[in-house]
């Protein structure tokens, strides 16, 4: 049951990311560009995910498990500390380079897109250096 929700979400958020332009690289650059010929039309795609994440995860914060009984794994840490302003920046910069983040990558994988195969490549890239280096930096 867990596989099938899973899988059912993952469809639902892939179609609203097709839907609403956030797996159209074209239309998250133009979003982005902000001193040229700037699109806005994605701030109510982000207005209406914050609307329906804010209660949802004000929800989550009182339950112990989740709707399918499994163990809630919420963020815990409130710190702004240098490693997630940096890693915030770098997220930002690979975002305005290419107008594809994570979710919409995978998305784009699934459409058959190359460039959607070469950004999960080279995010995969990036993870496997930053475990790397965490595991030297922790001796």
Partial sequence: M???TALLSGLVF??????SGMADPAKVLAFLDLAGAWDPSLMLVMA????VGVPAFAHARRMKASLLGQPMQLPAAR???RRLVLGSLVFGVGWGMAGICPGP????????????LVFV????????????????RSR
């Fill in 14 to 19: 892939g179609f609203g990311l097709l839907l």
């Fill in 2 to 4: 867990t596989a099938l």
């Fill in 48 to 51: 209406a995910a914050i609307a």
């Fill in 121 to 136: 490549l080279a995010m995969l890239a990036g993870m496997l250096l930053f475990a790397l280096l965490e595991r030297r």
């Fill in 105 to 116: 990558a995978l998305v784009l994988v699934g459409a058959g897109q190359f460039k959607g």
């Fill in 79 to 81: 710190q702004i500390d």
